[in-house]
C-alpha cells in the first residue's frame, strides 16, 4: 500500500498536477481556513451546549435522535398546514409511521 502511495505521489508530481496537495490543511487558501463560515461559535452559542450527553452513548443518541424527530415532524407539519398525509409524504415515511411518531412524541393535537 505504502509503495501504491509513493508510486502515485510521484506521478502527481511529474505531472504537475493541479490537486496536489488539496487534502493538505497547510496548503488550504487563507480564505477556506480563516473565513467566517468556519469561524468557530462562541462557547455560549453553540448547540453543544444545549445537549445532553450524559449516559451511556446509547442513551445520549437515543434523546438526540428523539430530539430530531419531533423538530422534523413539528416542521413537516407546519409545511403541510397540518395536514399529515402530507406531512408523511414530506419526511418519505408512511402514514402509519408518522401517526406512531406522533404519538410516540406526545404530537396528537
Known sequence: MAGQRARAAELHRARGD???GRHDPAAA??????????APTP???SPWTKIDLSGTLT??????VAEVERRKIEQAL???AGNRGRAAEILQVS???????????????
Open 95 to 109: 402514514y402509519k409511521t408518522f401517526t406512531g411518531k406522533l404519538r410516540e412524541h406526545n404530537l396528537e393535537n
Open 78 to 80: 407546519k409545511e403541510a
Open 59 to 64: 442513551d445520549a443518541t437515543r434523546r438526540i
Open 43 to 45: 462557547e455560549d452559542e
Open 18 to 20: 493541479p490537486h496536489r
Open 29 to 38: 487558501p487563507e480564505s477556506l481556513v480563516r473565513g467566517p463560515t468556519l
